[in-house]
């Protein structure tokens, strides 16, 4: 069944407006073992999109790739040449990979990553797709760009916050160049630590990238809430960056049906963004108005490849 089939279920419910699957921005920047539903594939105009998907997320992984998987690549290209220490799951159950070593990205050559992500926006439009998301977050190629601990050049790319954001913030003008930017979403997790890229001021970052963003009149801001276990971290919050955006406020991070209902009617988010309910769900929006039993996501599958399996055996409700 794969993609069309995962999609094709949860466009059944007009409630739901989707926000596809991680795509790459281009053939050989994403490992397949980071695409779920029948492998790797890349935006291109044969791609039949359906009318309820509201954006379509772009990504390019950099160091979280390894030679085996990265389609062609002899080293996979990033902010730095730093290794990350995650293992990488292979596809189709093949088990456990070291990441590459990257390639750090030459100056000269920054601009022609930045074209292909504005070409894969370009193709998601021409398809079909209401708008795309950049996927800015969770190790990511732009996170690393922004998170100190990933980033270690000292061109203009680096050294600063505001040179760390350069990458971030070229990618949002080159795309919203190109197609209108009420179309354009990004995705930002200051709080995370995916594939080893964090900061030493999270919140800074955050609020520093909330308010560049307001240049461009973006469709929206997607912030990923960080985690709170057993009261850690429960300080830390998107407030800030809530305040400092002036469009569209997305938040994830964790929300149940009523926590989402208590964001969006108090005015703290603008939007909610379900994951893990929205994979187990097909029907999560039916399921949410009747106050009806949830089905409980099986996270050991989340990462295979199988095109079923975890992924579209998920019952609907019966009523």
Do not use: W
């Not at 998170?147 to 949002?172: I, M, P, Q």
């Not at 599958?301 to 998920?314: I, W």
């Amino acid at each position: 069944m794969g993609n069309d089939g995962y999609l094709g279920q949860r466009a059944l419910h007009v409630m739901n407006r989707i926000l596809h699957k991680l795509n790459a921005v281009f053939p050989r920047s994403l490992s397949p073992a980071l695409l779920r539903g029948g492998g790797q594939f890349y935006i291109d105009a044969s791609i039949v999109a359906l009318t309820a998907i509201l954006a379509n997320p772009l990504g390019f992984a950099g160091s979280g790739c390894c030679d085996d998987s990265a389609q062609g690549i002899r080293s996979p290209v990033s902010s730095s040449s730093k290794i990350i220490s995650t293992d990488i799951n292979l596809p189709n159950g093949k088990g456990l990979a070291k990441p590459s070593a990257p390639r750090p990205l030459k100056t000269e050559e920054i601009t022609g990553i930045i074209a292909e992500f504005c070409n894969a926006a370009r193709n998601a439009i021409d398809a079909g797709f209401d708008g795309i998301e950049l996927h800015g977050a969770h190790g990511f190629i732009i996170d690393h760009f922004m998170k100190e601990s990933a980033n270690d050049r000292t061109d203009c790319y680096g050294r600063t916050l505001e040179n760390r954001y350069r990458f971030a913030l070229e990618v949002v003008e080159v795309v919203t160049d190109k197609i209108i930017s009420e179309r354009v979403g990004i995705r930002i997790s200051p709080f995370f630590d995916y594939f080893e890229a964090y900061d030493s001021n999270l919140e800074a970052l955050g609020v520093y990238m909330a308010e560049a963003l307001n240049k461009y009149n973006i469709m929206y801001a997607h912030f990923v809430e960080p985690r709170h276990e057993k009261g850690v971290g429960m300080d830390k919050s998107l407030f800030p960056m809530r305040k400092a955006f002036k469009n569209t406020f997305m938040a994830a991070g964790g929300y149940d049906r009523d926590d989402g209902r208590v964001a969006i009617s108090s005015g703290k988010e603008n939007l909610v963004a379900y994951g893990r309910l929205f994979i187990s769900n097909p029907d999560v929006p039916n399921r949410f108005e009747l106050n009806a039993v949830l089905n409980e996501y099986d996270r050991s599958t989340f990462y295979n490849s199988y095109p079923v399996a975890g992924y579209t055996d998920y019952p609907f409700l019966q009523l």
